[in-house]
């Protein structure tokens, strides 16, 4: 097995891509041993299956597909949405939202109405170009409080990037929350909108390019004008100077240690006090008052 070109290149239908016992995906097809492209995209090539990422096209959906829908009609008992596609999305009472909805007793307006926005998942697709939706399911819900903007779905994969590298890089930098809806749209709430909005465009417009992160790192750093803030360690507080501690309350001066003399006066006068005490008559009895 040969490729003919390298990986995340340009081709044109018609393009010869490789050449032997290939899996392949969309955008491609095979004359005998030989591999061709049938869009305009980049070569996305993974050990041996090959497909072609289209660089322009409507979204085509498919089951377990994440995508925003706008609430656009409101019947008897379903919504029905725009999901940028030729196939019109519906999202039926049954699947609206974990709880049970009660038709007798409540308005579908009330929950969803026109001009809302949700994110939803594609359930089914069927022969006549409708996609069935859900609602009920983890991480599913109406969105509010942002701007909703729309790029072409063939460049979902480059906004979202390798193991999500990209977005996390927009989410870290810009400050916003973004989710991606794989119809190419895109919801956006936040205090940097606008930055956020300036980096997908960009992304959608080199799309095809090399070095796609580094540049879009690049752009975002020079219009916030710094690099991200790194978490600053707190400086080391400078030694304390020696002094002396300060009590909460002033304690009063020791008294000066009274002299010997001193101490045999007033043993003498309190002595008498002292019941069965007599007044001293011998140094020895006054040098032990002085121990004690």
Known sequence: MTLKIENRQLVIPGDQIAEGDYLLGEGTYREENRVYSTVLGLLDAKESFLKVIPLKGKY???????????????????WNLNINSHYSGVLSVANGCERYIDLNSEK???????????????DNVSESLVAGLTMKDR????????????????KVPRVIGKKGTMIQMLK???????VVGQNGRIWISGVNINLAIEAIQLIEKNA?????????????????????AKPVAAKPAA??????????????????????????????????KMKGSEKPETKKEVDDMEVF
């Open 208 to 228: 095809h390019k090399q070095g796609l992160t580094d540049e879009v790192q690049k752009f975002l750093l020079s219009r916030k004008g710094t690099a991200p």
């Open 239 to 272: 030694p304390a100077a020696k002094t002396a501690p300060v009590a909460a309350t002033k304690a009063p001066a020791p008294a000066a240690p009274k002299s010997a003399p001193q101490v045999k006066k007033l043993a003498e006068a309190e002595l008498p």
């Open 108 to 122: 579908l307006s009330d929950i969803y109405a026109i001009g809302d926005v949700v994110l939803a998942k594609v």
């Open 139 to 154: 991480g599913l819900y109406k969105l509010n409080d942002g701007k909703l903007i729309t790029i072409s779905p063939t």
């Open 60 to 78: 085509i959906p498919k089951p377990r597909d994440l995508v925003i829908g706008v609430i656009t009609d409101i019947a008897f008992s379903m």
């Open 172 to 178: 870290d930098n810009t400050g916003c929350r973004i």
